[in-house]
Each structure stands twice: as C-alpha cells, then as structure tokens.
C-alpha cells in the first residue's frame, strides 16, 4: 500500500521544463461548490501524463480552465510557458478535445474540419490526411449527425490535431472506441510522444492508461492525491510475496517482517509484507539465518485501478512520486 | 421573407383595388366620393362605413407616393423584426446546445472577435433577406398595380426612399436580432430564449403598454422595444417623430449589445 506521507520536495520538473504548471488553481461556482481545491500540478513536456479521479473530482473542470473556457477563482497556471490569462498566447498550439464531441450535426466531417479551420486561419489541405489517419469508417461526405459514437470521437481528435498542435489535451478520448479504436488510440498516443508532444489525458479506463502513460495526476474532490512517474506510484504500491517450504514456517517469515518494521500478514498460504523495493536480500538473508528455506519470493504489483481505489479511499493524503 | 413581403403587399393591392370598385359604384349611383362618404356621420353604421372608405382612400394615396409599392412591406416591420430574434437567437443558442462553443473558442479565444464576427454575419444575412423582400414586394406592387387605378409613375424615383426604408427595417431587425442574441446567452441555449422573447413581443408588450399607459402617461408605451422598433421601421410615425424614435432604438441596441458583450465575455463555458 502506497505510503501515506505529505513529502515536500522539489517539483519533478522545472516550470520551464513543464507544459502545463498549475500553482494552487482553484475554481468554486456560484453554488459555493469546489470543483478545484488549490492543484498544483507540473505535467512535463514530451510524456504522456494521464489525469485520474473519480466522476466530479474536477478533472474536466481542470481542462476548461486551461483552455480559457472557465475562469479560474484563484491561483495561477501556465500552459507551453504562457499564463492561462492569455489563452491566445499557447492556445494555437493546443489541440484538445473535451467531454462529448462537440460537432455540427448538419455538416459533413469534412465540412466540420473546413469550419474549424477557416476560423483558426490553418492550411485546409490536412483535413484529408487527418480523417486518413484517423481511420474514420464513415463517409466523411455525409452529415456528422449520421455518425456513431465512435467515428464522432474520432473526428473529434482529428479536429485536434489540425494545427500540428504541441499540446493535446484530452478528456476521456476513448469514449464510445472499441477495442481494435482503443488499442488504436494508445499506439497514437506513444507515437505523439514520441514526436515529442505533450499529451495530458483522462480516462476511467485505467487500465489502457497504465499502458500508455509516463506519468500520473491523481485527483479526488479537486484536490491533487499523487503526481508523479507512474512507475513510482506502481511500485509504491506493491508488495513482497513469499512462500515457505514448510507452512509451518510461515510465521516465523510474519515475525522477520514485522521486526524490520513492516506490515506482514499471511494470507492464503502466503506471507505479504508491504516493504520497498530492496527488502527481497534482506528477508532472504534473515529466512535463511531462522533455517527457513523460502520456494517462493516475488513481488507483486498492484494495478492502477486498484491502487487509485486505495490511495481514494485512504482520503487523499498527497503523494509525490 | 420573400413570401411575406409579396402577401402583404399583395394584401394592401388587394384592398386598394376593393377600395376603389367600391368607390367607383358609389359615384354611379350618386353617393358622393368615398372622402365625403367619410364626412357623412348620420348614423353608427354610415359612419364606420365612411371611416371605412377615408382608410381605403388614404391607402389609395400611399399606394400612388414613390415608396408605395413598399407600403405592405413597411407594414411588416415587427414580424420582420420577430423573424431576426428568432435567426440570431438559433444560431447564437446552438452553439450552447450543440457544446460547438467550446470547439470555437479554444480555435479564436477572442471571445468579442467571435461573438463580433458572428453577429456580423448574421446581420449580413438579413440585409439579404430584407433586399430579397423588397423585390418581392415590387414584383407584386408592378403585378398588381394594373388591377387598381393607381398612378405608378412616382415609383421610378423612388430609390432614395426605398433605400431609407431598408436602413430603417434593417436597424429594427438588428436591433431584435441582438435582444434574441442577449436571450440566447442568458439562457444558453435558443428555445427558452425564442420563447421569452416572442412572448414578450407578442404579449408580454400589449399588456405592459396598457398597464404603463394607465399608471402613467399614455404616450410612454411608445417607448417600449416592441413599439418603438416597430415605429422605426415604418420611419417614425405622427406620436413618434423619426428622430426621437430613432434615439430610442440606437438606445435599446447600444443596451443589448453592452449587455451580450458582458455576458460573452465573463461567463463560464460549461457547455
């Protein structure tokens, strides 16, 4: 289990090394209620980070407000090195997609990208390549209204990248894709980075988001719960695993653990022990010192779901990785 | 528009024409012209009559001005109005209902350029559309004119006329067109806006005119939206001179315009 401690440190990245930086950015509506609470937050440049929580932990809140859609109640933030107080300043260089596909129902695919880039003044020869790339099974010639979800969600992403953007932000871009889409999506996504783009996503598909992201951003009623490579929090998270030759055996590997200091427990004729990495050599050595023969020492990783549903139920004690 | 203007204007050639069979038949069998017809108040029923053909006769003359044959057409002007609300109200609420919104802002964050260039547009479109209505209504007026006894050739000077007659509907219709716009905005979305401002216009105005006009002086419900873009667009009317009507309306559109600019640009797009 992940370690409860609220560590100050310094951030991961450096501000200017950052493509998104929020310091302490709240939003409360006009209802009293805190949609953000005080985030702050570096998403580094070239990774993919993915942006966790559960429904109205103010995620999508958090996008608007860096796409100057929402005015933010307090705190700063700063998006490719310009301050969300003047959107037109990095937004050309931000492609997003928010929520549902937002798209003229009575246009065409086609006719939807020309609009779209009509008023961003871009180069309209993209729009064939882009609905290409996209692998758009519909007609692009008939009305978007005609679409599935699917091919919606991905013309929605098309419209994102019109502009080359260097920033992509997305909220549940998965949504409504199936599973050849998804996998799809997640090849794309890796490809992005490894143009060197930045790409800040959301999703409750955690389990495609542990595939894909460097990094995490873990959120829970507006507040930040962890940030950091998703590494970190992965292996924060695990466990040692051993087995004894002899069952008999098992508590004597119980008292080894609790005596180094860690939580230790058998379970289903296993001996958990929540201690870091490292901790393998040395219960090996002490097993051995009891005359205890050990079949079996591994360690076990929690998924993302499962450490995300802890560390929320834990009330968010804030991590840094 | 088109079909609207060409019916009401159709409408008046319709009415001249009975007008005049009606006046003529009265002269054959010795009745005196329709204008002492009018004069004559003998009794309830001679009287409305006379009314009745002092109108008709009055029209008759309107018919023969140079801008007559835009005289159904003028007439128009509040539904012509109400047509704009409910244009710029529907293209200005989609774009909330839809969610496009989001999509247009995050490509031109310049909310006031946008929202500028939308209006624009828009305001373009019923230039359009009043020009297309204009020549409908001289199509028919030239149609119809052979039916009534009605002197046409003043209606070959009448460029400068009819142009101050497309600036006067056109700024009445804009001027509704931002009121629907302001709606739509407030109420992010186009139905509830259409609806509030129709039944504003349609209802809402009558009874406030009657209540305001018996609680203070009758001559303020002249001042009312609905009344006072109605009278621009005829070019002012004997209770309103132009000028004053004119002031009123650049009032009422300087006030939405304000209004939607501020609602644009501090709101929230939560769509």
């Known amino acids: 289990m992940p370690t409860a401690t609220a560590a100050k440190h310094e951030p991961a990245n450096p501000p200017n090394l950052s493509a998104i930086s929020l310091r302490g950015l709240t939003k409360v509506w006009s209802d009293g209620r805190r949609a953000v609470d005080e985030l702050s937050v570096e998403v580094p440049r070239g990774k993919v980070v993915g942006f966790i929580g559960p429904n109205g932990s103010g995620k999508t809140t958090t996008f608007r407000m860096l796409l100057g859609l929402v005015h933010p109640t307090s705190g700063t933030a700063e998006v490719l090195g310009e301050s969300i107080s003047r959107p037109r300043a990095y937004l050309p260089r931000v492609g997003s997609v928010v929520e549902t596909p937002a798209l003229y129902p009575n246009l065409t695919g086609t006719q939807n990208l020309k609009v779209l880039c009509r008023l961003g003044g871009w180069n309209q020869s993209r729009i064939r390549e882009l609905i290409d790339a996209a692998e758009i099974d519909a007609d692009t010639t008939t009305k978007v209204g005609t679409y599935s979800l699917g091919n919606r969600q991905r013309l929605a992403i098309a419209a994102a990248l019109l502009a080359d953007p260097e920033l992509l932000l997305l909220d549940e871009p998965g949504n409504g894709l199936d599973p050849i889409g998804t996998r799809d999506l997640r090849r794309f996504l890796r490809n992005l980075a490894a143009e060197g783009k930045t790409v800040f996503l959301s999703s409750h598909q955690l389990g495609e988001l542990e595939q894909v992201c460097d990094a995490v951003v873990m959120i829970q009623r507006g507040r930040l719960l962890f940030e950091g490579p998703l590494e970190a929090l992965l292996e924060s998270g695990s466990r040692l695993v051993a087995v004894a030759e002899r069952s008999d055996d098992h508590d004597a590997v119980v008292r080894i653990g609790l005596e180094a200091g860690h939580r230790a427990v058998e379970h289903s004729g296993r001996v958990w022990i929540d201690a870091p990495p490292g901790f393998e050599a040395e219960l090996n050595r002490r097993c051995m010192e009891a005359d205890v023969t050990l079949v079996e020492l591994v360690r076990h990783r929690k998924d993302l779901e499962s450490l995300f549903v802890e560390i929320a139920d834990n009330h968010g004690k804030v991590q840094r990785g | 528009m088109a079909v609207f203007a060409a019916l009401s204007t159709l409408s008046r050639f319709r009415l001249a ?71 710029f109200a529907m293209s200005v609420g989609q774009e909330y209902r839809l969610g496009t919104l989001r999509s247009l802002l995050v490509v031109e964050p310049r909310r006031l350029q946008l929202l500028g260039g939308k209006l624009l547009a828009l305001a373009s479109l019923l230039a359009a559309a009043i020009c297309v209505g204009m020549i409908a209504a001289l199509l028919v007026a030239v149609l119809s004119a052979g039916s009534v006894p009605i002197p046409t050739r003043a209606w070959a000077s009448s460029a400068p006329d009819a142009a101050a007659i497309f600036v006067n509907v056109w700024a009445a219709a804009v001027t509704w067109g931002v009121i629907g716009s302001l709606l739509a905005v407030a109420f992010r979305g186009n ?35 609905s009344r006072a873009l109605a009278t621009l667009a005829s070019g002012g009317s004997a209770d309103m001179g132009f000028t004053t009507v004119l002031a009123v309306a650049v009032g009422y559109a300087v006030a939405a315009t304000v209004g939607l600019a501020a609602l644009v640009r501090r709101s929230d797009v939560t769509v």
Do not use: H
Not at chain 2, 17 to 39: I, M, P, T, Y
Not at chain 2, 197 to 211: N, S
């Open chain 2, 17 to 87: 024409a009975f007008a005049s069979r009606l006046a003529s038949r009265r002269q054959l069998l010795g009745q005196g012209s329709v204008v002492d017809g009018a004069g004559q108040a003998a009794g309830g029923g001679a009287g409305v009559r006379g009314r009745g053909l002092a109108q008709a006769a009055d029209l008759i003359d309107r018919l023969a001005e140079p801008a007559g044959w835009l005289t159904g057409f003028t007439a128009s002007g509040r539904f012509i109005g109400f047509v704009a609300l409910v244009v």
């Open chain 2, 191 to 225: 139905a509830p806006a259409i609806g509030v401002g129709l039944v504003y216009g349609l209802l809402g105005e009558p009874i406030l005119a009657t209540v305001v006009g018996q609680i203070t002086v009758e001559g303020v419900a002249l001042w009312l939206p």
